[in-house]
């Protein structure tokens, strides 16, 4: 098992929704628009998309 710790005490799970909306944003920047997420469930990372990248994720 890896851990892995931000430095911040932040948690993991707002790390990675941190590290989707990123990826999510690189990809959009180019000639490819992401419209579709499938995910676990994770409210936060929905919402962070949407408020942040394309409020129709």
Excluded: F, H, P, Y
């Amino acid at each position: 098992m890896i851990a892995l710790s931000t430095g911040t005490g932040s948690s993991m799970k707002a790390m990675e929704s941190d590290m989707i909306e990123e990826m999510v944003k690189d990809v959009n920047d180019g000639s490819i628009c992401i419209k579709t997420i499938v995910g676990d469930e994770d409210s936060t990372m929905i919402s962070k998309l949407r408020t942040n990248i394309d409020t129709n994720i």
